[in-house]
């Protein structure tokens, strides 16, 4: 079973932060997944990627194979980017193609 | 598309009681997936079905929990009887493809068992 392991638990900011939120997984993946969820809110596939790196708007997201990691960046960060972010592995081969699992998510909170 | 569409948003049930959470997948999508969420456990796969067949249960629970997809467009999660550990946020997701596809994720029901 893939372990996915996410860090920092709870992030705060303060309003044009760039903020790091940091993603480790334990065997090979097909692809990582960061989902959003607001408070309340259902969940949205931010990015999905298998190498390299992926812009869009203030959100960047990078993944090292080799490593075993993955990065979301948020640049100039802003209050209403206040969710739950969640990392989630693809995992590679076997039956179970298109199963996630899931980080425990990393929670933040920008302060205006 | 109107994305993933689950029902109820919310229920509130007696302990003991049955509850029905349904689901309509994204039109074409061939897999769809059932999560739940808690404080303590985070976001956990139950049940997961490819062309309305289920693929691996070994995430659901107990025999309480029970799920089917009739046809492409429809799923239900059955808990019966329901108990007060079964309150959680209950997702669907679907999906196209068998690797590296985006998960389209339903709004949530927000189950509570009293």
């Known amino acids: 079973k893939n372990e996915v392991e996410q860090s920092p638990q709870n992030l705060t900011a303060q309003e044009g932060e760039f903020i790091t939120i940091n993603c480790s997984y334990s065997?090979?993946?097909?692809?990582l997944h960061w989902l959003q969820q607001h408070p309340g809110g259902g969940i949205v596939s931010l990015f999905m990627?298998?190498?390299g790196k992926k812009k869009h708007g203030r959100l960047i997201a990078t993944i090292n194979i080799q490593e075993k990691h993955s990065s979301l960046h948020i640049t100039a960060s802003h209050p209403r980017d206040s969710a739950v972010y969640i990392c989630?592995?693809?995992?590679?081969?076997?039956?179970?193609?298109?199963?996630?699992?899931f980080g425990q998510g990393t929670i933040l909170t920008v302060h205006p | 598309d109107a994305g993933v569409i689950q029902s109820p948003r919310h229920e509130v049930t007696e302990m003991g009681q049955e509850v029905t959470l349904r689901c309509k997948p994204i039109?074409?999508?061939?897999?769809l997936f059932w999560y739940r969420q808690t404080m303590m456990r985070g976001l956990e796969l139950l049940i997961y079905?490819?062309?309305?067949?289920?693929?691996?249960d070994s995430g659901m629970p107990e025999d309480r929990f029970s799920a089917k997809m009739p046809n492409a467009s429809f799923s239900t999660l059955k808990i019966q009887p329901s108990e007060p550990r079964d309150s959680a946020v209950y997702f669907c997701?679907?999906?196209?493809?068998?690797?590296?596809?985006?998960?389209?994720f339903g709004q949530g029901t927000r189950l509570t068992v009293v």
């Open positions: 997701a679907s999906s196209f493809g068998e690797t590296n596809t985006e998960a389209f």
């Open positions: 065997v090979g993946i097909s692809a």
């Open positions: 990627l298998s190498s």
């Open positions: 989630a592995a693809n995992n590679a081969g076997g039956t179970s193609y298109g199963k996630l699992t």
């Open positions: 039109s074409g999508h061939d897999y």
């Open positions: 079905f490819n062309n309305n067949v289920p693929i691996d």
